[in-house]
């Protein structure tokens, strides 16, 4: 363990916007090919492009929840090069006056607190892509993710190892989703990280570093630090040299290979975007995205907390995504049953969603039939179990709760009369155990209890049975 390991990360988010940053065009993902395109998108010549707002009140959310420094007088710039998925040979960003600087992300690893410090967020527009043709004869160009807002979240060369930059980019994406800003959907690319690292003697100057690029998946990014780590520490104990390239991480291969030597910013020969002009966001605008910030995670956890009473391990698990926090607000809501929607969520969903592989953000529910169902077994008018059967039956087949209700006779026996009936019974049919019970051997309450909820088919009130069975076994007896 001689060597330290430096890490700076480049985080790439796709926003959820209505349209693109500049145009009027979709910005959702997918389509037919070039479908999603315009004159303006298209890099068409004399196009002049419009800046959407919401891309910059989306980089203000995203700034403010960090705790950074708002350029409010802010610009565009020009980053020249040319690539086939680029139909305008330069792409729209920010290098002079990024929108956000200076914030940070904490995180904990091990039960170490650790400070990343955030060095800036600019807003900038999504290039298309190539489709190579299977056959290897013919590459093709898709314009449909030209001009997709991205916010570019640069991170100092805070981090040690695989494990911080997981749980950070853990977290950063948790801190997306809660701001409604990103779908984080790293399968269709919505975050995309850049790895810087090198490696260096403790206390000694950064090393020389090698980027990787466009990572998406956060198992991919531990191997490829794994790989890169290994790879410089063995190049400089032979005494060689890094070189500053960008590498290409290859996930079945497991390796990574050299792409280009890397460039810098004079490569790109920026300048400021001469079609846009420099904008000032004014304090009340800023104090209104301030004000209006969607509620985070931990602050979620903090108010579930407070205010129903839900225990911090339940908590994080409704808060693993902002759709099951949605979902239990509303069923809290409408059942007026926090604490029962909770563990409705906890238990009984997500281990069916588990079974049909159903992701958190893909969940849909028809919460007014649970929260019926929740008041039903609350109000004792069904028991445990076939308050089970009957969140299966709606959560799979979508059945109207009461029409299942009625139809399988789950409605629980409620009457007095039923009830004594069979556990007398119960009580004459085990005369030995209940005696047992009554000299003192209270652990065999369990069965008698059984025997009478099977004879009520399973439907008797617990409490209603376990009442009456404990006065009858203490009272006279049968
Ligand atoms: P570029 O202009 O190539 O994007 P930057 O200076 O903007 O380079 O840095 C990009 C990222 O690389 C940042 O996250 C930064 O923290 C990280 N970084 C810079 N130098 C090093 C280094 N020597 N080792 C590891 N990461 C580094
Ligand atoms: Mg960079
Ligand atoms: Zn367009």
């Not at 160009?141 to 991170?155: A, H």
């Not at 695989?162 to 980019?169: D, G, S």
């Not at 759709?323 to 604490?339: K, Y």
Request: glycine residues 6%.
């Amino acid at each position: 363990m001689k060597w330290e390991t430096v890490i700076g990360l480049e985080v790439h988010a796709e926003l959820s916007t209505k349209s693109k940053i500049f145009c009027a065009c979709t910005s959702a993902y997918g389509g037919e090919p070039n479908t999603h395109v315009c004159p303006v998108c298209a890099g068409m010549p004399g196009v002049l492009p419009v800046l959407n707002r919401s891309v910059v009140e989306y980089a203000l959310r995203l700034g403010i929840a960090l705790d950074c420094a708002i350029t409010q007088y802010c610009k565009f710039d020009r980053k020249n090069y040319f690539y086939p998925d680029l139909p305008k040979a330069y792409q729209v960003s920010q290098l002079y006056a990024p929108i956000c600087r200076n914030g940070h992300l904490d995180i904990e690893v091990d039960g170490k607190k650790k400070t990343i410090r955030i060095r800036e967020i600019h807003m900038e527009e999504d290039a298309g892509k190539l489709v190579h043709d299977a056959k290897g004869a013919d590459t093709f160009m898709d314009f449909n993710r030209c001009g997709v807002p991205l916010l570019e979240i640069v991170s100092q060369p805070d981090f040690s190892g695989a494990e911080e930059v997981t749980t950070y980019l853990e977290k950063l994406r948790e801190t997306l989703l809660y701001l409604d800003i990103c779908d984080c959907k790293m399968q269709e690319g919505s975050i995309r990280a850049d790895i810087n690292l090198s490696v260096r003697l403790p206390g000694g100057e950064l090393g020389v570093r090698t980027e990787t690029k466009n990572m998406n998946s956060f198992k991919a990014i531990a191997r490829a630090i794994e790989y890169e780590t290994a790879r410089q520490i063995e190049i400089l104990e032979d005494g060689g040299q890094i070189v500053q390239e960008t590498r290409r991480w290859d996930d079945e291969k497991l390796e990574s290979y050299g792409m280009r030597s890397k460039e810098n910013a004079q490569d790109y020969r920026y300048f400021p975007e001469p079609d846009l002009l420099p904008m000032q966001i004014d304090d009340s605008w800023l104090a209104s995205v301030k004000a209006n910030l969607p509620e985070l995670a931990h602050q979620k956890r903090e108010r579930y907390a407070v205010q129903f009473g839900i225990p911090e391990a339940e908590a994080a698990v409704l808060t693993v995504h902002k759709n099951i926090c949605d979902l239990f607000e509303t069923i809290a809501r409408s059942s007026g049953q926090p604490v029962e929607a909770a563990h409705l969520l906890t238990g009984e969903i997500m281990r069916l969603m588990n079974n049909a592989n159903i992701l958190p953000e893909d969940l849909n529910l028809e919460t007014n039939k649970f929260s019926a169902l929740i008041k039903l077994v609350t109000d004792g008018k069904i028991n445990r179990s076939a308050y089970k059967e009957t969140v299966e039956a709606v959560f799979t087949n979508n059945v109207d709760p009461d029409t299942y209700i009625a139809e399988k006779g789950l409605m629980m026996i409620n009457d007095d009369n039923a009830v004594i009936e069979a556990a007398k019974a119960v009580i004459t049919e085990n005369q030995d155990t209940a005696a047992e019970y009554r000299a003192g051997k209270e652990k065999v309450f369990g069965f008698l209890m059984g025997q009478v909820m099977k004879k009520l088919g399973g439907k008797g009130n617990p409490d209603m049975v376990k009442k009456t069975l404990t006065e009858m076994l203490k009272g006279s007896g049968v």
